[in-house]
Nanobody, 114 residues
Framework: QVQLVESGGGLVQPGGSLRLSCAAS????????MGWYRQTPGKERELVAL???????LYGDAVKDRFIVSRDNAKNTVYLQMNSLKSEDTAVYYC????????WGQGTQVTVSS
């Protein structure tokens, strides 16, 4: 089993920045992709950013050119730097890791509001 713990969510004003972190623990050997998804009430969970272990990153269309995903394999941690935040970025952000199965964090709330 892999456990994922997110941190860094909160309230930020439009145009501001926020950085999320997600640390994986447990049976972390063999984790391939790590990344972030988000969800708002009544909508399906959507891709924010994905970073495979050895290939190019993938971003959702809504966050391209504003968010940056990075990964520290030595620490089994994935980060999401969110810049130029908009009210429509308000959501619960979930950390994701892929191994033999898919794993999800508990989610962290990001609220963009003045």
């Amino acid at each position: 089993q892999v456990q994922l713990v997110e941190s860094g969510g909160g309230l930020v004003q439009p145009g501001g920045s926020l950085r999320l972190s997600c640390a994986a623990s447990g049976r972390v050997f063999g984790i391939t992709s790590m990344g972030w998804y988000r969800q708002t009430p009544g909508k399906e969970r959507e891709l924010v950013a994905l970073i495979p272990r050895a290939s190019d990153t993938l971003y959702g269309d809504a966050v391209k050119d504003r968010f940056i995903v990075s990964r520290d394999n030595a620490k089994n941690t994935v980060y999401l730097q969110m810049n130029s935040l908009k009210s429509e970025d308000t959501a619960v952000y979930y950390c994701y890791a892929s191994q033999a199965a898919d794993y999800w964090g508990q989610g962290t709330q990001v609220t963009v509001s003045s």
